[in-house]
Nanobody, 124 residues
């Protein structure tokens, strides 16, 4: 089971840190992706990280603002979101893909486990 948390209301330019914690299994062999779905829009990939943390990817719209990292000892992956914009408003989901080989992708169909989502609202 994956549990996403850390969402909330923040002003433009502010920061939030999302957490994705796993229970019942270890994330050591899993790539983790963060996805988001804004009202009236399709879900899109935001960022992903390989099981070792050695590879990370970001969608262009969040590059240089968001940072994904993981603490395997805590079985948790984080998404640090800085310089938030109103267009970042969405429900954010984390997902896990069994991938011990050290790669990661933002292809949704490869992700097996999904968290329940956490709402991020960026508004003044």
């Amino acid at each position: 089971q994956l549990q996403a948390s850390g969402g909330g209301l923040v002003q433009p330019g502010g920061s939030l840190r999302l957490s994705c914690a796993a229970s019942g299994f270890t994330l050591d062999y899993y790539a983790i992706g963060w996805f988001r779905q804004a009202p009236g829009k399709e879900r899109e990939g935001v960022s992903c990280i390989s099981n070792s943390g050695g590879a990370t990817y970001y969608v262009d719209s969040v590059k240089d603002r968001f940072t994904i990292y993981r603490d395997n000892a805590k079985n948790t992956v984080y998404l640090q979101m800085d310089s938030l914009k109103p267009e970042d408003t969405a429900v954010y989901y984390c997902a896990a893909e069994y991938q011990p080989g050290g790669s990661a992708t933002m292809l949704e169909s490869l992700y097996e486990y999904w968290g329940q989502g956490t709402l991020v609202t960026v508004s003044s």
